[in-house]
């Protein structure tokens, strides 16, 4: 925001797919950046690892995209 504050919006998936939509207004939004992160929350435990369970994430190195869109609202 342009006064310095930041909006986490998460976006839930199904299926590994998943989509959301946000509306702002130019005036109030100084920048927009996202953040996709590949990360696993299955693991194949006891391998020793500082992981969770000392295990190895099992969804590692999975292919993943995004696509954004940007549209300026009609007045």
Do not use: H, W
């Amino acid at each position: 925001m342009t006064s310095g504050k930041v909006a986490n919006l998460p976006i839930r998936l199904k299926r590994g797919e998943g989509s959301r939509v946000v509306k702002f207004a130019g005036s109030r939004v100084r920048r927009v950046v996202v953040v996709l992160a590949n990360a696993s929350t299955r693991y194949d435990c006891g391998e020793r690892t500082q992981f969770a369970c000392q295990g190895v994430p099992r969804d590692d190195a999975q292919r993943f995209g995004l696509t954004a869109t940007v549209v300026r609202a009609q007045r």
